[in-house]
Antibody, heavy 119, light 110 residues
């Protein structure tokens, strides 16, 4: 069974950094397209980033230059390094598998991890 | 402000049919597949419709999707109280090189 579980969320001050991780089971992260999607409190979904084969990645303009998506093949995890965090980055962050290149089809989602950016 | 436009709310009584719209442009819905997600209260989103009108296994045929030009729709027939949720549309945007979502529609079953 395909399953993803996010971790690493928490409270961080503006300007700070946080690293999220998404543990995968039932599939191999290195062979799967994967994305991060976030949802601010009482708001809609916002796509953050996607990683395809190799190091082919895309980012939303709102996080470009501050966030980095990567895989740790030895741990079978997807990571999101978040730097220069802003109050508006406060959200639940979901990890999801992606079906297809340049696709909006997110097949499997985790339960999410909450990131709060506040002083 | 979301790139895709959805009504913020919709409502209907049990047994009725409700349609939720999703309006985009020639760089997203007009040229790429649309997906719909159901998000029950307090839970993660779940894929409901993919490739405009396809249902994943396990999704009842009461849920259907369609697309015409730069707009898409999700129709739920035989409405049930358990269908109360937020519904989100999504598509890849060629101009932005990323996925865009609608703002979500909160469905209330009266």
């Amino acid at each position: 069974e395909v399953q993803v579980v996010e971790s690493g969320g928490g409270l961080v001050q503006p300007g700070g950094s946080l690293r999220l991780s998404c543990a995968a089971s039932g599939f191999t992260v290195s062979k799967t397209y994967m994305s991060w999607v976030r949802q601010a409190p009482e708001k809609g979904l916002e796509w953050v980033s996607v990683i395809y084969s190799g190091y082919n990645t895309y980012y939303a303009d709102s996080v470009k230059g501050r966030f980095t998506i990567s895989r740790d093949n030895s741990k079978n995890t997807l990571d999101l390094q978040m730097n220069s965090l802003r109050v508006e980055d406060t959200a639940v962050y979901y990890c999801a598998t992606v079906y297809g290149y340049t696709s909006s089809q997110f097949d499997s989602w985790g339960q999410g991890t909450l990131v709060t950016v506040s002083s | 402000q979301s790139v895709l436009t959805q009504p913020p709310s919709a409502s209907a009584t049990p047994g009725q049919r409700v349609t939720i719209s999703c309006s985009g442009s020639s760089s997203n819905i007009g040229v790429n597949n649309v997906c719909w997600y159901q998000q029950l209260p307090g839970t993660a989103p779940k894929l409901l419709i993919y490739r405009d009108d396809q249902r994943p296994s396990g999704v009842p045929d009461r849920f259907s999707g369609s697309k015409s030009g730069t707009s898409a729709s999700l129709t739920i027939s035989g409405l049930r109280s358990g269908d109360e949720a937020n519904y989100h549309c999504a598509a890849w945007d060629d101009s932005l090189s990323g996925v865009v979502f609608g703002g979500g529609t909160k469905l209330t079953v009266l």
